[in-house]
């Protein structure tokens, strides 16, 4: 029983992926592709409940008993994170009957954006690290097809640099489970515990760990490791930069924070440190990134970088307060972000380009729009009442705790210069006149079009206004799932039995 | 056995950092097949070497008999090897594409996707 709960959230994109495949020459594809990612939520719900019940749940895969098979292993922040990638699934299958072309369809979209889902959903369930390898790459190499399909010249060239980087990060990452491998004899990460915990050579651990910590930052996009993200998230379609912005680098940060919490933290005064420094620099130079920008989706890319830097810091602090903040930004930022491409989405096909010298006009002819904008672009600012105010409060108040005034100070200067960005999109695309004279009503676009973009920007806009302002819930949950990654205990007890 | 491989995997990643930092993007996608070699071999050497011992288990017996090498990293490096392969060749048909596409392969001048550099 447990452990179908475990496959279904991967079993279920999967399959989607192979019917989606064989039906793209229609237009089947994209319904079944629909219906797959709405199962896909019902079978992470109901994993959710279970986790909300027991605590941490788990299932040892062909009956090999853990550490040798292969663990599937949900805890609080695994199944949050399953549940919001299932959301986020079900919010771009939807905004994709609107906005991807048969064109598109007809070359696989729907099955490397359900296999893409599939990778993503069982890095956040594994409990092997090489198993959480082959999930990256089951997650990149769909990424790699959604992002050059369709091929045009900036695709092209955007996914030379993707892949390019992206291959070197994984190897990385590779090359430290072998060594760990060699190190610890074991690649079950309940057992990587002890065994890591107990090795002789703890200064070959650290640099295992700073091997794990060079992988998973580039996938992260940490300062200095983050160069691929602003080369091409902006080329794809938009449906496709709302799944990458929302959930690929979040992968990245889940991975260092199960990591760094449950693995490597034998020498906390060292990996943490340099986590504290690296995220601060990555807040600051995706931020002034940003400002340079004047393109839609550029601004977004920078902005998905200087984010992460907060979810980094708080892992980085390593109390429970940090770590919860980390868990509610991680949360919040995946709703926002997927939310904000999706927007551009729609102002795109509105005005005609997504360069915010040649568009605007956008607040008086489409006033719906203008305002689902704002929840999401101020929640990413940390605007109170909006969830990103409540995720930015957190971490703050934890450096503060700490006496970490400078951090303190760079969170709070950060937010500032988020506004200037997001005033600038505003200012620039919504409130000053078309500069080619176009009056960039609704009616531009057909409703059968522009009814299924608008129906998941409204959804996740909602979410966005309800964690706002009903916080409580998910801040304990945010808090239970900070205390069992400071004591992984539970963790560890579920996977390999409860020992003597 | 094991000094060897180490010296091996350090050429090969020696040579892999040189081939990448070349602004030829078939220069930096030999090097990635290099390092890729050389993370797998990481991977084989730290099961231990066990030379002439191969895992297998006797007819008519359940375990091995005697000391034999560690099949565990065998099998990673199999799974490593085939995703690697796969992730290749996309990379390869990548570049083809891109080659034919934007008629270059100097990563410098692939400047389609970001803002060109001011040169005098």
């Known amino acids: ?500 | 056995m094991e000094t060897l491989t180490a010296l091996i995997i350090g050429v090969l990643v020696a040579a892999s950092v040189y081939l990448m930092l070349a602004r030829n993007f078939m220069r930096f996608l030999f090097g990635l097949i290099l390092l890729s070699n050389a993370a797998n071999l990481t991977i084989f050497a730290s099961g231990r070497m066990t030379p002439g011992a191969p895992a297998l288990v006797p007819y008519g017996e359940d375990t091995p008999l005697g000391v034999v090498g560690n099949a565990l990293p065998q099998a990673l490096v199999l799974t490593a090897i085939v995703i690697g392969f796969g992730l290749l060749a996309f990379t390869l048909a990548l570049a083809f594409e891109a080659y034919r596409r934007l008629r270059t392969m100097d990563s410098d001048k692939m400047r389609y996707a970001e803002p060109k550099e001011e040169r005098e």
């Open chain 1, 1 to 500: 029983m447990m452990s179908w709960l475990l496959v279904m959230p991967i079993a279920i994109p999967f399959a989607t992926a192979v019917v989606a495949y064989l039906m793209r020459m229609s237009d089947a594809g994209r319904w079944i592709s629909l219906a797959g990612s709405a199962l896909s939520l019902l079978a992470s719900a109901a994993l959710m409940v279970a986790v909300l019940e027991r605590g941490v749940v788990a299932a040892q895969m062909s009956s090999w008993d853990a550490p040798f098979g292969i663990t599937l292993v949900v805890d609080y922040l695994g199944a949050v994170m399953v549940v919001i990638t299932a959301i986020t699934g079900l919010a771009t299958a939807i905004y994709a009957l609107g906005e991807i072309p048969a064109r598109l369809e007809k070359l696989g979209y729907h099955a490397l954006f359900q296999t893409l889902i599939a990778g993503v959903t069982g890095a956040f369930m594994t409990g092997d690290v090489f198993n959480l390898y082959v999930w990256f790459e089951v997650m990149l190499i769909s990424s790699f097809g959604l992002l050059v399909l369709g091929g045009s010249r900036e695709q092209l060239d955007a996914g030379i640099k993707y892949v390019a980087l992206n291959l070197v990060s994984t190897l990385v990452f590779l090359s430290g489970i072998g060594l760990l491998y060699g190190v610890t004899g074991t690649l079950n990460m309940a057992d990587l515990r002890d065994a890591v915990a107990n090795a002789e050579n703890q200064g070959l651990i650290t640099v295992i760990a700073m091997m794990f910590m060079v992988g998973f930052g580039v996938k992260a996009a940490v300062f200095p490791l983050f160069f691929w993200l602003p080369a091409s998230y902006h080329t794809p379609s938009f449906a496709v930069s709302a799944v990458f912005a929302g959930l690929l680098t979040k992968v990245g940060v889940y991975a260092l924070m199960r990591m760094f919490t449950l693995v490597f933290v034998g020498d906390i005064g060292f990996t943490h440190e340099i986590l504290i420094w690296v995220s601060a620099l990555t807040m600051l130079t995706g931020v002034l990134g940003a400002a340079a920008q004047t393109d839609f989706r550029k601004i977004l890319s920078f902005h998905i970088i200087s984010q992460i830097g907060y979810m980094t810091l708080g892992l980085a602090l390593y109390t429970p307060l940090a770590l919860m903040g980390g868990v509610f930004y991680l949360v919040h930022h995946i709703i926002v972000k997927a939310n904000l491409f999706l927007v551009a989405g729609v102002a795109n096909k509105l005005a005609g380009h997504t360069d915010l010298n040649r568009i605007g006009g956008l607040y008086k002819s489409s006033p719906l729009l203008a305002a689902l904008f704002v929840i999401p672009a101020f929640s990413l600012a940390g605007f109170p009442p909006l969830s990103g105010f409540w995720a930015k409060y957190l971490i703050v108040k934890a450096a503060i705790e700490l006496d970490n005034w400078l951090i303190a100070f760079v969170a709070l200067f950060v937010g500032l210069l988020t506004i200037f960005s997001m005033t600038k999109i505003w200012g620039m695309a919504f409130w000053k006149p078309h500069p080619d004279g176009i009056d960039p009503t609704p009616d531009r676009v057909p409703d059968k079009v522009r009814i299924p973009m608008m129906i998941p920007i409204g959804g996740l806009a909602a979410m966005t206004i309800l964690i706002g302002f009903y916080p409580e819930p998910f801040v304990q949950f945010a808090e239970v799932a900070a205390a069992q990654l400071l004591d992984p205990t539970d963790y560890v007890e579920t996977v390999l039995g409860a020992r003597p």
